[in-house]
């Protein structure tokens, strides 16, 4: 009721200006836009997906509502103002002006020569765009598109598939300028775990799916099984079957169903996904038989019954996925890190399990830091960085804390490297062992001595031994750090690597969570000798 009276009420109070709500690349000869002047279809998109009694995200209620997750999310989930959505996609995406300087010295002033497949073939859709007819750009808009894509490719180079990039870049496009579209866009491939960029985390994503079907499904799951046909087992039907699953809230939709995805993505982020996912797989077995599975490319089969659904049965398709108890994004995206993991890592030919990995088809070298009090040959710098996530691109280390010269303090330390997304921590024995770990969490995160981090950290051995320990998924016991202590890895009654206050001893076990042999050697205490923190971002 609120949503009605709040939608009847909208065009008496304020004038849709459709210049103030698109960028200069929308087609306005375009049925779908022709449409938003002269019919309510853009409201039906809005009724089909709000899933709240709120009122709905508007210029009014803009100024008065914290600009926070928790505070947008019900008035976003019911509906946002065409005239609120760039401002909302931009707000929360945390886009400034300097990203305009940047996009600018990067690729100077637009022009039509720039070629979108140059770089496409990186992010393909695994279907033919040609069959969302309803897009509404302009059919210069290659040119923008182009550059965007090429601007992504640039910006974050470990990138190396991205389903998921063609569509948002045309979606991001209808309303924000290029370089508006480019910064969201970078914005959502620098948080993990948003947007898949290579073929393991789409893997892991697949199967942190499958999972959640399995837990939060079970009736659905149960269901599923008068579909499979006998001679294929569970497992492999599920997986053919949720194959495209990330792929289901956009395939042959309306316009304005693909349009509030991205309002309710950009806001809560790749849990949208899960849950609309979740909920369309109940959607399909609620309303197929055996019979219409015979000869059907599982593959296409749920979004292709997506695709046909009615008005009423998308508005039940959004009812469903945000009636989904229990699923916070914490327990989501640890999942996705487990299944991470437990894929296996694309070496390049003839490489050792430690070696270099692949980059875009090169072995990454790194320009060593021959001042290190630590590590002092090239050898062993390409060794340590071999062994960094893909998407770490930096070839320049920065010392960002070196004991010698700043001291001997955890404090200090925690200063001058608490705000780097991801460090490499160095430590040299009395006894000329070097280990350390890399950290990819900012080690401000840290609170009351809880422990914190994700999957990507690990430890490593350089001398006299050069090995790589990576994380074990068996326990979440990754960080813990306060003023008296720094440790990396924990379970098992003992510390992978761990630090005192004053970085003069330390003690090094085989814990649950990398499962390494002490780092130090025989013995697991061991005292310092010199400690370094490199930034490798």
């Known amino acids: 009721a609120v949503f009605c009276r709040e939608m009847a009420a909208y065009p008496a109070r304020v004038a849709v200006r459709p210049n103030e709500c698109f960028s200069a690349l929308v087609d306005w000869r375009c049925e779908t836009m022709k449409t938003f002047t002269e019919s309510d279809e853009y409201r039906e998109g809005w009724k089909a997906t709000h899933c709240s009694n709120s009122s709905p995200l508007s210029p009014v209620l803009w100024p008065v509502v914290p600009h926070t997750k928790t505070s947008l999310k019900e008035h976003v989930r019911n509906a946002v103002y065409p005239a609120m959505r760039r401002t909302l996609w931009v707000t929360m995406s945390g886009v400034t002006d300097d990203d305009s300087v940047l996009f600018a010295k990067a690729f100077g002033e637009p022009t039509d020569d720039d070629d979108p497949e140059q770089v496409t073939s990186l992010f393909d859709w695994p279907f033919d765009l040609r069959c969302i007819s309803t897009f509404c750009l302009k059919g210069s808009y290659e040119a923008a598109y182009g550059r965007v894509l090429t601007a992504a490719a640039y910006s974050h180079r470990h990138l190396t598939t991205c389903p998921l990039l063609p569509i948002l870049v045309r979606l991001l ?162 999942l996705w890190w487990t299944h991470l993991t437990r894929v296996p890592r694309v070496q390049t030919d003839g490489d050792a399990p430690d070696g270099p990995m692949s980059f875009h088809g090169h072995v990454r070298l790194v320009e060593a830091d021959l001042s290190s009090e630590i590590v002092s040959s090239e050898e062993l710098w390409h060794t340590m960085w071999a062994w960094l996530p893909e998407w770490v691109i930096s070839e320049q280390p920065e010392c960002l804390f070196r004991a010698s010269k700043d001291g001997y303090n955890l404090r200090t330390l925690y200063r001058k490297c608490e705000d780097v997304a991801s460090i490499i921590l160095l430590v040299k024995t009395t006894k000329s062992e070097v280990f350390g770990a890399f950290i990819s969490s900012e080690l401000r995160e840290r609170h009351n001595s809880q422990f914190f981090g994700n999957g990507e950290t690990f430890l490593f051995s350089l001398l006299p031994e050069a090995h790589c320990y990576h994380w074990s998924a068996e326990t979440d016991l990754i960080l813990r750090g306060n003023d008296q202590e720094l440790a990396v890895g924990s379970g098992g009654g003992a510390y992978g690597l761990w630090l005192d206050g004053e970085l003069d001893r330390g003690v090094s076990s085989t814990c649950l969570a990398f499962k390494n042999t002490p780092l130090a050697g025989s013995d697991s205490q061991f005292s310092c000798s010199a400690i370094e923190v490199y930034s490798c971002v």
């Open 173 to 334: 496009l209808h309303f924000l300028e290029e370089w508006e579209s480019f910064a969201v866009l970078s914005r959502l491939l620098a948080k993990r775990a948003w947007l898949d960029q290579d073929p393991r985390e789409l893997e892991a994503s697949r199967s942190t799916f499958r999972t959640l079907c399995y837990s939060h499904m079970k009736p659905v799951m149960q269901d599923l099984q008068r579909l499979r046909p006998a001679s294929m087992q569970e497992e492999t039907f599920l997986a053919r079957l949720t194959h495209h699953w990330y792929t289901w809230p956009f395939y042959k939709q309306p316009f304005w169903i693909m349009v509030r995805v991205v309002d309710l993505y950009i806001v809560e982020g790749p849990k949208v996904f899960y849950r609309l996912g979740l909920a369309a797989l109940k959607m399909f077995v609620s309303q197929t038989q055996p019979a219409a599975l015979v000869g059907v490319d599982l593959e296409l089969a749920v979004q292709d019954l997506l695709c046909r659904l009615s008005h009423q049965q998308r508005a039940q398709w959004f009812q469903w996925a945000f009636s989904i108890p229990r699923l916070p994004w914490h327990s989501v995206v640890k």
